[in-house]
């Protein structure tokens, strides 16, 4: 059975820093890419970092130099080290896996983790 836990979410003060983990079981880990998605309250799911199985990374531009994404693949668990946080980074963190089977993406997903950041 597949799962994904995610952990670490909370509240945060503006400027200050969480770090999210996600924890894998039932499938072959390194040879996935590992990505953090985040939803806010009334807004589409956003992209926030990716890893592939060769540990090349991407952010997108509203969260690059602030959060890093990394993987222990010894552990099958993805983390999320997010610095500097502001109130837009309040968001459902949700971990995700995929990999190409196919010419088809075949994807999983954790429940999420909130996150909220407030003075």
């Known amino acids: 059975q597949v799962r994904l836990v995610e952990s670490g979410g909370g509240l945060a003060q503006p400027g200050g820093s969480l770090r999210l983990s996600c924890a894998a079981s039932?499938?072959?880990?390194?040879?996935?890419?590992m990505t953090w998605y985040r939803q806010a309250t009334g807004k589409e799911r956003e992209l926030v970092a990716t890893?592939?199985?060769?540990?090349?990374?991407n952010y997108p531009d509203s969260v690059k130099g602030r959060f890093t994404i990394s993987r222990d693949n010894a552990k099958n668990t993805v983390y999320l080290q997010m610095n500097s946080l502001t109130p837009e980074d309040t968001a459902v963190y949700y971990c995700?896996?995929?990999?190409?089977?196919?010419?088809?993406?075949?994807?999983?997903w954790g429940q999420g983790t909130q996150v909220t950041v407030s003075s």
């Open positions: 890893i592939t199985s060769a540990d090349s990374t």
């Open positions: 995700n896996a995929f990999k190409w089977v196919g010419g088809q993406r075949l994807d999983y």
């Open positions: 039932g499938f072959t880990f390194p040879f996935y890419a």
